[in-house]
């Protein structure tokens, strides 16, 4: 079987876990960053993994607008979801606000995760969000975002499985 890996990556993160998932599952696998690279037929694969960064409660507009155009491609492979927040528990929100409903149950595998800062690469505005956040986390004693690499091989052992 075929996988497809569709994701935006804005700083990096999000392409470094998808690295991180590619490398964790068996058989062929292309990946795709939907901010650069063109975008294959979904013909040629049987299961399409989607998923990106969630900044300020959304993911990435091309994401989302990927999922509505392509629905009923979609709905005739195997799917799974990922987000990419450093809020584990509104991921779920997450999930709801950024991929159609009738994916989501069709999915196979739904997984956050996590997230990371990476002030040194951000533009002036998300420096300023981050220091927000950062603050925030810290008067509410919220534990700092961090890579939930065990979602990322979770996600891996499930698609495994299909094939």
């Given at each position: 079987?075929?996988t497809?890996?569709?994701?935006?990556?804005?700083?990096?993160?999000?392409?470094?876990c998808?690295q991180m998932l590619r490398?964790?599952l068996t058989?062929?696998t292309d990946?795709v960053?939907?901010?650069?690279?063109?975008?294959?037929s979904l013909d040629?694969?049987d299961?399409?993994?989607?998923?990106?960064s969630i900044?300020?409660?959304?993911?990435?507009?091309?994401?989302?607008k990927?999922?509505?155009?392509?629905?009923?491609a979609?709905?005739?492979?195997q799917?799974g979801?990922?987000?990419?927040c450093?809020?584990d528990?509104?991921?779920?929100?997450y999930f709801k606000?950024?991929?159609?409903?009738?994916l989501l149950e069709?999915a196979?595998?739904v997984e956050n995760?996590g997230?990371?800062?990476?002030?040194g690469?951000?533009?002036?505005f998300?420096?300023?969000i981050?220091?927000m956040v950062?603050?925030?986390?810290a008067q509410?004693?919220?534990?700092?975002m961090?890579p939930l690499t065990?979602?990322?091989?979770?996600?891996a052992?499930?698609?495994?499985?299909l094939?």
């Amino acid at each position: 079987m075929k996988t497809l890996i569709i994701y935006a990556s804005t700083y990096g993160f999000t392409k470094d876990c998808v690295q991180m998932l590619r490398d964790n599952l068996t058989g062929k696998t292309d990946l795709v960053n939907i901010n650069k690279d063109k975008l294959p037929s979904l013909d040629d694969f049987d299961i399409i993994l989607i998923g990106g960064s969630i900044y300020m409660g959304q993911i990435q507009k091309k994401i989302k607008k990927y999922c509505l155009i392509n629905l009923d491609a979609l709905k005739s492979k195997q799917l799974g979801f990922f987000v990419c927040c450093g809020s584990d528990q509104h991921a779920g929100d997450y999930f709801k606000n950024s991929f159609p409903e009738i994916l989501l149950e069709k999915a196979s595998v739904v997984e956050n995760f996590g997230g990371e800062m990476r002030p040194g690469q951000m533009n002036f505005f998300h420096k300023f969000i981050t220091k927000m956040v950062a603050k925030n986390e810290a008067q509410n004693n919220t534990p700092p975002m961090k890579p939930l690499t065990e979602n990322i091989i979770k996600m891996a052992s499930v698609i495994n499985q299909l094939t």
